[in-house]
């Protein structure tokens, strides 16, 4: 009963580094959706996608790519990491289309950049 | 784009009392969403309201999608110290963006 898994749950990057944040849905979700979250701030959607090799920007896109070959996977990239993307980020998924469900967000990844 | 103002932003109360949080938009939404927030975990949805004026319940939990479809409220009876956390609404529109609300932190003393 695996629903939506984040790896890795904690990772430190230098300034400048690229990493991958995985995100993986088990429930064959068609919508699923990258946020960060900073203190205090709520949830801010940085990319989402409405299936497989669809994806869109949300609010804060920019530091950011995604890709969405499969409708399990929904990695999202860092390509030169910077101090103002230290955030915790979430993935989330959903299937609400008539009689569907709504948003399940796995436990997320806290990232700091130094 | 699209803004949530959710109040208040935090809330101090003693066990056994009611609450009372809210969400107001500067547009439109199809569906209002609840979620609650334990610390380290992520957001758990306990309401989804997906027609103006709907009144739904889970528990002593009661959610209402406003009329003019730009606010909602959520009420929680009779809290309890597991009641503690952030509260998040997020509304969404015709483009199947969520967007969520700054949160309200929760605290119940015993």
């Known amino acids: 009963n695996a629903g939506v898994t984040q790896t890795p749950k904690f990772r430190i990057l230098k300034i400048g580094q690229s990493m991958t944040l995985q995100c993986a849905q088990d429930?064959?979700?068609?919508?699923m959706y990258w946020y960060r979250q900073d203190p205090g701030m709520g949830l801010k959607l940085i990319y989402y996608s409405v299936g497989a090799g669809i994806t869109d920007k949300g609010e804060v896109p920019n530091g950011y790519n995604v890709s969405r070959s499969t409708t399990e996977d929904f990695p999202l990239r860092l390509e030169l990491a910077a101090p103002s993307q230290t955030s915790v980020y979430f993935c989330?998924?959903?299937?609400?289309?008539?009689?569907?469900?709504?948003?399940?967000f796995g436990q997320g990844t806290r990232l700091t950049v130094v | 784009g699209q803004q949530l103002n959710q109040s208040p932003q935090s809330m101090f109360i003693q066990e056994g009392e009611d609450v009372s949080m809210n969400c107001t938009s500067s547009s439109i939404f199809n569906t209002w969403l609840w979620y609650k927030q334990d610390p380290g975990e992520g957001p758990v949805l306990l309401i989804a309201l997906y027609k103006a004026g709907e009144l739904t319940s889970n528990g002593r939990l009661t959610a209402q999608f406003g009329i003019t479809r730009k606010d909602s409220f959520l009420n929680i009876s009779a809290s309890i110290p597991s009641d503690v956390g952030i509260y998040f609404c997020a509304g969404r529109g015709s483009n199947y963006k969520l967007t969520f609300g700054k949160g309200t932190l929760l605290t119940v003393n015993p």
């Open positions: 429930m064959n979700h068609n919508y």
């Open positions: 989330a998924s959903s299937n609400r289309a008539q009689g569907g469900t709504e948003a399940f």
